[in-house]
């Protein structure tokens, strides 16, 4: 039994600025079935980090339950992880975050774990404006609990056992739109060449980004009927846009025709180049964004692409005022900042 | 590009590095995996069908698939192909009774070989169990040629040279050994159906300098020292030896003196270093046996005093590039050095000669005095005459004698058959797939990390005081599994159906070498640019399939592909798939 990932590397791998390859952002073999599109979400996250040069020590993933929750292991082996429990990865970062505002965070959870048991969850990371990218690898079942219909299983998708969905699926993007969320992203797991950059411009994004990554369970939803299989998907896509992330220090090197593009600069000045490919839709206005979803579900099309961005956008840190430092860089001096200041404090309250 | 044709044989052929690279397209990864289970017979077998002679390839052969292996192209050092086929030859049982038994009814065509090299043995070997009468002529007393006469026996005990030629000979051979074929004219007078000519290169070529002449008693031409010594004409030489040349002779004759009474021997050449024709393992073996390798020093005189050779006067040069590459040796200016020398041993090459073929024969001969032949069927002008061997087209080495004589061997029997040469015999292919269940292969897919094993050898007090005692131990059971163990298993081919494929992206994720990518389809060269990892070796093909439901193709550039089985194991729909390739040459007889 031989089931190990050889340590051979292509000797002609490039490298970041940082001086790592590709294969320095990698993680465990992974153990999900094959073919899981999971899989290639982590491949894409793998791609994504190492082309922005993130060092691995300066980025935390955090996940809840379910297949999804167990990729954190099969990508950034060097970097910090928790796997907590069921629907529970939000407060988790929260309070993470919080802690430490210095570090990158990577929410990564199923559409069980994010529209079942963590709805609630989901909505108040989403009002907080926690700044983390939020994955959610969504295959319309539990597939670790053996594909049981979640929440996203659509009305009338059929199940691998022939049931058909009898209830009206959630719609996590149209839900974050409401909500008021910042960034507001979907794609596909069979999509490297947009979900890359996606997940770029999602991590360079200064508050809550959600990317809805629709990813077949091969084994359990991939069936005749199901609305989350890889032909279903491939046939009903239609893509808002094509964009590519260019980060600041780099020269924008893409052209698109005039009319159809749009620009737009992040806090940390890289800039998302977005050529339309869907008119009548302003990716900085929400109600276009909206308007946009509810008129390609109408056509039964699954919109993916960045549909909405908030450039202005405040995180939580920006909004209560917290220090700028995270917690465990504090010195005896920062905590306890002596009789005088206490005075002070004492005294506003009088 | 338009997709692979795998229906090719030579597609997956060219995969395995290494039998690709073998003149005698030995299956390499084969028998190395029975080494490995310790399957010592049947791996000299598969050794002996394809290259005739494994327990003496398996100690100098020029091993062109080690520089060729994968594994070199990942990691720092190729298996060691060559030395784990002398594991398969030390440590076999029982392997005569697995060869053709004769005697073998008789097909009434009589052939003449003339020489007993590899090539000739090679030809025998293939025909004698069709029935053939053979006659084997050699101007020595043994068979074997050069192996006998030019490579000493500290590389190739006379044990293992006397066992594989052996197992020829005892097929039927009718040896006419001690015989001098002096005219092509008389052999074809004897009525034989065909005549193989394999008498090798056998003209060691001299240094006219002045001097040459008077200092003659102590100046001696390689290979013809080498061949007194190994027939005990000369036991001895001076303690102080030049050497002159720099390719593989020159490395047996300087370590060939250390052994006979030359404690300080020299080897001096003309050019760079670097421009050595001798093999690298060869070179450094010299170089452990405290034989200094003197570069960019061509002779001038030999100086001679009172008839007395006193030693050679060099210039001193240095290479020049002109812009196309070309070398040029200029005088750096230096004044000439002079060295001493009890002996001069010339070393700079060899060349072919048929001075007993006569010119009137139909037998036409070219460059270099080379004979004309067809490069695929080794047949002559004279239709009934063929080549192989260094007697071909000029010196090469064992293995490609031997992949000659397979060559030629199909000829003769065409030939003789009535048939026509050019028809050539495909070689035998199969596919056979490999898996047996969930993460379980019927090869050891595990790719372990070991560096390459070094080959112990035996102590120098004894080597370089006694020439027969060999310098090369092998390696035992252990080493030999662990060597082993190193290959990638390179036949082991993925193959990808496409209409299966589901496009998940699954073996793209996994592939640790990042071989495998989809895209657009495009021009060779542009893809080659947009691959996932840099496909930058034009030698390795790239692997493209029929366009997929989203209109793109898959892409593998074999290039530095583990064979791990991964891409097939994370495959859903086993669109790829391991399976084992084995080709292998058809000889004129089967043999296995
Ligand atoms: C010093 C030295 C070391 C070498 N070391 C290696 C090595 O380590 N590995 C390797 O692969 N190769 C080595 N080679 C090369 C290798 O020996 C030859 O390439 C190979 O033996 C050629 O085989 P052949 O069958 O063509 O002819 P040969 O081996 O040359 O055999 C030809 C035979 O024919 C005989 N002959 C010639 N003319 C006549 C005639 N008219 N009548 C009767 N007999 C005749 C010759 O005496 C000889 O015995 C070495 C060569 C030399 C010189
Ligand atoms: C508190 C709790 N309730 C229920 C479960 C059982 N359970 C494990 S995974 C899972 C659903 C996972 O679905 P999803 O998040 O979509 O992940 P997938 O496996 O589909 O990627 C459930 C219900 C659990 N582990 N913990
Ligand atoms: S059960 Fe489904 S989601 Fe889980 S690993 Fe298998 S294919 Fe992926
Ligand atoms: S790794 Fe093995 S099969 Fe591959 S080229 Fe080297 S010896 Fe041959
Ligand atoms: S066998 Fe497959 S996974 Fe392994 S290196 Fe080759 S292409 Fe990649
Ligand atoms: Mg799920």
């Known amino acids: 039994m031989t089931y190990i990932k050889p340590k051979f590397r292509h000797p002609g791998l490039p490298k970041n600025t940082l001086g790592y390859s590709r294969a320095d952002y990698e993680g465990a073999i992974s153990t999900l079935c094959a073919g899981c599109g999971h899989d290639s979400i982590s491949g894409s996250i793998v791609q994504a980090c190492y082309e922005m040069s993130i060092e691995p020590h300066r980025l935390a993933k955090v996940s809840g339950i379910g297949c999804s929750s167990k990729t954190p292991t099969y990508f950034l082996e060097n970097s910090h992880g928790f796997n907590s429990v069921h629907g529970r990865m939000p407060s988790?970062?929260?309070?993470?975050?919080?802690?430490?505002?210095?570090?990158?965070?990577?929410?990564?959870?199923?559409?069980?774990?994010?529209?079942?048991?963590?709805?609630?969850?989901?909505?108040?990371?989403?009002?907080?404006?926690?700044?983390?990218?939020?994955?959610?690898?969504?295959?319309?079942?539990?597939?670790?609990?053996?594909?049981?219909?979640?929440?996203?299983?659509?009305?009338?998708?059929?199940?691998?056992?022939?049931?058909?969905?009898?209830?009206?699926?959630?719609?996590?993007?149209?839900?974050?739109?409401?909500?008021?969320?910042?960034?507001?992203?979907?794609?596909?797991?069979?999509?490297?060449?947009?979900?890359?950059?996606?997940?770029?411009?999602?991590?360079?994004?200064?508050?809550?980004?959600?990317?809805?990554?629709?990813?077949?369970?091969?084994?359990?939803?991939?069936?005749?009927?199901?609305?989350?299989?890889?032909?279903?998907?491939?046939?009903h896509i239609e893509a808002t846009s094509v964009l590519d992330f260019v980060p600041e220090e780099e020269e924008i090197t893409v052209s698109y025709p005039e009319g159809g593009s749009a620009s737009v600069t992040l806090h940390d000045g890289s800039q998302l180049l977005l050529h339309k490919l869907s008119p009548h839709w302003d990716p900085t206005d929400r109600h276009s964004a909206v308007n946009r979803l509810q008129q390609a579900k109408k056509q039964g099309e699954i919109l993916t692409g960045l549909l909405y961005i908030d450039p202005q956008s405040q995180d939580l840190h920006d909004i209560m005022g917290t220090y700028s430092k995270p917690l465990n860089s504090l010195q005896e001096e920062d905590l306890c900042p002596g009789s005088a200041t206490l005075e002070k404090i004492n005294a506003s309250f009088r | 590009m338009e997709p692979t044709n795998i229906r090719d044989p030579e597609y997956f052929h060219k995969v395995v590095d290494c039998q690709y690279a073998c003149p005698a397209h030995t299956p390499v990864p084969e028998y190395i995996r029975l080494i490995a289970a310790e399957r010592y017979t049947e791996a000299y077998m598969i050794n002996w069908e394809s290259n005739v002679f494994p327990g003496i390839l398996g100690r100098t052969c020029d091993r062109p698939c080690e520089p060729a292996c994968r594994r070199g192209r990942v990691e720092e050092e190729p298996v060691a192909i060559c030395r784990l086929k002398r594991v398969a030859a030390d440590h076999k049982g029982d392997v005569r009774s697995l060869m053709p038994q004769g005697p073998f009814p008789p097909n009434g065509k009589k052939i003449a070989l003339i020489g007993g090299g590899p090539a000739s043995l090679t030809v025998a070997r293939d025909l004698a169990p069709l029935g053939y009468e053979i006659h084997l002529y050699d101007e020595w007393h043994k068979g074997g040629g050069m192996m006998r006469t030019q490579i000493p026996a500290f590389r190739l005990p006379e044990e293992v040279l006397d066992e594989e030629v052996g197992y020829i000979i005892d097929l039927g051979i009718h040896t006419h050994f001690n015989q001098y074929v002096a005219s092509m004219r008389e052999i074809l007078e004897k009525g034989y159906d065909a005549v193989f000519v394999g008498t090798g290169a056998p003209k060691g070529r001299d240094l006219q300098l002045p001097g040459r002449e008077e200092g003659a008693k102590n100046i001696h031409i390689g290979i013809e020292f080498l061949a007194n010594v190994a027939f005990e004409h000369t036991d001895k030489i001076g303690r102080k030896v030049i050497v002159l040349g720099g390719g593989n002779t020159a490395m047996d004759c300087c370590r060939t003196s250390r052994r006979l009474g030359g404690d300080d021997v020299k080897v001096i050449v003309r050019s760079p270093f670097k421009d050595m024709k001798a093999s690298p393992w060869e070179i450094e073996d010299a170089q452990e046996e405290g034989i200094p390798i003197l570069n960019n020093m061509p002779p001038k005189e030999f100086v001679v005093e009172n008839g007395r050779l006193k030693g050679v006067l060099f210039e001193h040069v240095k290479a020049e590039y002109d812009e196309n590459g070309r070398r040029r040796l200029v005088s750096t200016g230096e004044p000439d050095t002079f060295v001493e020398a009890d002996d001069v041993i010339i070393a700079i090459g060899q060349d072919n000669a048929f001075p007993w073929i006569e010119r009137d024969l139909g037998i036409e001969f070219g460059k270099w005095d080379l004979p004309a032949l067809d490069k695929v069927t080794f047949q002559s002008t004279l239709p009934k005459v063929f080549f192989g061997g260094d007697a071909a087209f000029g010196p090469e080495n064992i293995i490609t004698a031997a992949a000659h004589g397979h060559q030629a061997a199909i000829s003769i029997d065409r030939y003789c058959q009535g048939g026509d040469v050019h028809d050539r015999p495909a070689p035998m292919t199969n596919l056979i797939h490999q898996k047996m269940g969930i993460h379980e292969w019927m090869y050891d897919s595990y790719v372990v990390t070991d560096q390459r094993y070094k080959v112990p050898h035996e102590s120098k007090v004894l080597t370089l005081t006694n020439r027969k005692v060999e310098v090369e131990l092998g390696f035992d059971r252990g080493v030999g599994f662990q060597e082993a163990q190193r290959c990638l298993n390179c036949d082991v081919q993925t193959v990808f159906t496409d209409s299966k494929c589901i496009e998940c992206d699954a073996c793209v994720d996994i592939c640790p070498t990042s071989c495998i990518t989809f895209t657009e389809n495009g021009e060779e060269e542009d893809l080659r640019a947009r691959l996932n990892a840099p496909a930058s070796n034009t030698s390795q093909d790239l692997y493209v399939s029929e366009p997929l439901p989203t209109k793109r193709v898959m892409v593998k550039d074999e290039d530095v592909c583990l064979h791990c089985g991964l891409c097939a194991e994370r495959c859903p729909t086993a669109a790829w798939d391991m399976q084992k390739y084995l080709y292998n040459v058809t000889k004129a007889c089967k043999i296995l």
């Open chain 1, 92 to 235: 988790v970062t929260t309070g993470a975050n919080m802690a430490n505002r210095d570090l990158i965070y990577l929410g990564v959870s199923g559409d069980g774990d994010s529209a079942s048991i963590g709805m609630g969850q989901f909505c108040h990371v989403i009002r907080r404006n926690i700044n983390m990218t939020y994955i959610v690898m969504n295959n319309g079942c539990y597939g670790l609990t053996k594909g049981q219909d979640s929440a996203t299983t659509d009305f009338g998708s059929v199940s691998k056992g022939g049931s058909k969905g009898l209830y009206q699926s959630i719609d996590l993007i149209g839900l974050a739109l409401e909500l008021g969320a910042t960034f507001v992203a979907r794609s596909f797991s069979g999509d490297k060449t947009q979900l890359i950059p996606l997940i770029k411009a999602a991590m360079s994004h200064p508050g809550f980004a959600l990317l809805d990554v629709l990813s077949p369970c091969v084994t359990f939803n991939n069936n005749v009927g199901s609305t989350k299989s890889y032909d279903y998907v491939r046939d």
